[in-house]
């Protein structure tokens, strides 16, 4: 059976949007048992993996904007998941540590991301799967230097 939107499916950022959509859909549903979301998790594992960056560098590198990150890291600290203290180099920042609680949660919360992650995945074989993340990074360069000369 054909569907409406049969057409739309011809293209790339069609395609793109709707799985996207339907794979956001199940990450969040994942994470919603640990009380976190996509940009809460992401946070995590950035400070996880990168203790003592700043604020504005994780910010930048999950490409979100500077007010609604600080509402990001106030929920965790609140939550007694993260920590912000002054950074070392520079006074004015601060720098964000996962808390023991922190870590904890997000060390059971990624072993259901990376379940759900293979999920995704599932039937495609690591050629494939290295294919995709390479088709994905140059369109990401594309989309983002699109007009650039």
């Not at 609604?68 to 004015?92: S, Y």
Request: hydrophobic content about 40%; proline content about 3%; overall charge positive.
């Amino acid at each position: 059976m054909r569907t409406p939107d049969q057409g739309l499916r011809r293209y790339t950022g069609y395609r793109l949007r709707r799985t996207t959509s339907a794979a956001m859909s199940r990450i969040s549903a994942t994470l919603a048992p640990f009380g976190l979301r996509r940009t809460t998790f992401s946070t995590l594992a950035l400070v996880v993996e990168h203790p003592g960056l700043r604020q504005s560098q994780v910010a930048e590198a999950l490409a979100i904007e500077r007010p609604n990150f600080v509402q990001i890291v106030g929920e965790l600290e609140k939550a007694g998941l993260l920590e912000r203290k002054l950074a070392r180099n520079d006074r004015r920042a601060y720098a964000l540590h996962v808390t023991e609680a922190g870590r904890a949660l997000y060390e059971k919360a990624r072993a259901q991301v990376r379940a759900c992650d293979s999920q995704l995945i599932e039937g495609l074989t690591p050629e494939q799967i290295e294919a995709l993340h390479e088709s994905l990074r140059i369109m990401e360069y594309n989309a983002t230097h699109f007009g650039d000369t």
